[in-house]
């Protein structure tokens, strides 16, 4: 792992990338030939609204210690919340914050001290580009944070603020994972995914290791083919870029959004390390990102530009499962036809309700015979409400291993899409033909909607539009040209 650094800038994958995954694997350091072992019962928690996005907890073992691990993450997210935050005006960091300093070193908790000082080691290491230091416009970036660790202390200079989001949520799924184990000594295997920053441990679902796939997301798609699929066994995943969450990328220089900056995918040991480098690598110069990395134990990168090329570190492709080629789209003996996909145009209406929750929405590809091809888009999955889209667990999810998390923002109301290039869900190449596209849409405290359409899919363009119903706004699928 690590190694000399080299660019593949002729390799294109498409423009960001965020993360999904799935419930199989190998391992993180290499990949295990040998056969895994059979699959373990497993559990899935999710809860909305955690430190401002979504939390995914994937357990494996029985339901008492799934049950109590989840518990204890859940607590310890809440713990360091009240320290960590720069959101909540009653936390720890926003009392160092407002503090006048006067020059004086300020006593501080463990969590806070460790986040801190994992903050200013990563600004050294990225020359400056990771930065949480603050000042208001205008004004000169003032002496360093002095930290001294046997006091447990913190000196901040009068007029500078610390920001720790790029590494105090990496931290806090690193803490959670602890924390579960610890109440739980008995799992199998862990998973904690917080707003995209996925830490995991142990056996899989399906047994080995845990299976991350990079997918292409240009358009806030998560459905775009996979670019790569990784093995992971005791390590965190973690990916930063424009295009996932909006401008939240900062340039160190004014403090303003960066601009254009690239997409990046981090591995590494632990999710703080991999969400804080991940943040820094989107602005470095990329050739710059890679030395980083490589002069790193264990981690990997690949980084995306906003023009299609891309930069892998030596060792990312020895991260890939042994079936990670069945997700990619570069079977040259398909009958697909090349450079053609079919784009799902979906909406989420706004419905003025109270206790308004998000729909959970399904996205599924069937042949004529109605026979499964390829499941598309899964939002939502807490396991308890998967089946609340009947028509597709009924027919398909139940008989199928679903997702075990998506990294990716919450889907509020608006406009988004699913993209088909032509791969099914077992990796090989579909046919041209005729095929039924379907969607379904199912919300806590609310209705259900299915709705779906014919289209054939070949060499000629096909197009079709379907008007809004209830808990779907209007949908529109088209074939062509790879958007």
Not at 316 to 338: E, I, K, N
Not at 414 to 426: E, I, K
Request: proline residues 5%; aromatic residues 6%; hydrophobic residues 45%.
């Amino acid at each position: 792992m690590g190694g000399p650094a080299r660019s593949r800038g002729s390799r294109t994958m498409g423009q960001s990338l965020w993360l999904r995954s799935l419930s199989a694997g190998a391992g993180i350091a290499a990949i295990a030939a040998a056969a895994a072992p059979a699959a373990a019962q497993s559990h899935r928690f999710h809860d909305d609204h955690i430190l401002g996005t979504s939390l995914d907890v994937v357990a494996v073992g029985g339901e008492g210690s799934a049950l109590v691990a989840v518990a204890a993450a859940r607590a310890e997210i809440a713990r360091l919340d009240r320290i960590l935050s720069g959101w909540r005006d009653d936390s720890e960091l926003s009392g160092l914050n407002r503090r006048v300093a006067d020059g004086a070193a300020i006593p501080v908790s463990d969590d806070l001290f460790g986040v801190v000082a994992a903050a200013e080691r990563w600004r050294a290491a990225s020359d400056g580009v990771f930065d949480a230091r603050r000042v208001d416009s205008g004004r000169a970036m003032p002496d360093a944070v002095v930290l001294d660790p046997a006091a447990r202390s913190v000196t901040r200079p009068d007029g500078l603020r610390l920001d720790l989001d790029g590494v105090a949520k990496g931290w806090i799924v690193d803490a959670a994972v602890a924390a579960a184990r610890r109440a739980a000594p008995d799992l199998a295997g862990l998973m904690v995914d917080i707003g995209g920053d996925v830490r995991c441990w142990g056996s899989g679902p399906a047994g080995g290791c845990w299976r991350i796939g990079v997918a292409s997301a240009g358009r806030m798609d998560e459905t775009a083919p996979a670019a790569a699929v990784l093995a992971i066994a005791d390590g965190a995943v973690a990916s930063s870029g424009s295009a996932a969450r909006g401008g939240h990328i900062l340039s160190p220089a004014d403090g303003r959004p960066a601009a254009r900056p690239h997409a990046a995918t981090v591995v590494a040991g632990s999710t703080a390390d991999a969400d804080a480098l991940a943040t820094a690598f989107t602005l470095l110069p990329p050739e710059r990102s890679l030395r980083i990395a490589a002069g790193l134990p264990g981690v990997e990168a690949m980084i995306v530009a906003d023009d299609g090329r891309t930069w892998l570190t030596d060792g990312w492709d020895g991260l890939t499962a042994g079936d990670a080629g069945m997700l990619r789209s570069s079977d040259a003996a398909s009958a697909w036809p090349a450079g053609q996909a079919l784009t799902v145009g979906y909406q989420i209406p706004k419905i003025e309700a109270e206790n308004y929750r998000a729909p959970y929405v399904a996205i599924w590809v069937t042949d004529e015979k109605r026979q499964l091809v390829r499941t598309l888009l899964l939002l939502g999955n807490e396991a308890r409400w998967l089946d609340s889209n009947y028509v597709w667990w009924r027919r398909y999810g139940r008989k199928t291993e679903g997702l075990d998390a998506m990294t990716k923002p919450s889907r509020q109301p608006g406009t988004y899409s699913a993209v088909w290039d032509g791969t099914t869900d077992d990796g090989a190449r579909a046919a041209p033909g005729r095929y039924l596209i379907h969607v379904e849409a199912a919300r806590e405290h609310g209705g259900h909607t299915y709705q779906s359409a014919e289209l054939d899919l070949g060499a000629e363009p096909a197009e079709v539009s379907i008007p809004a119903k209830e808990e779907l706004g209007a949908l529109t699928m088209r074939y062509g040209k790879t958007p």
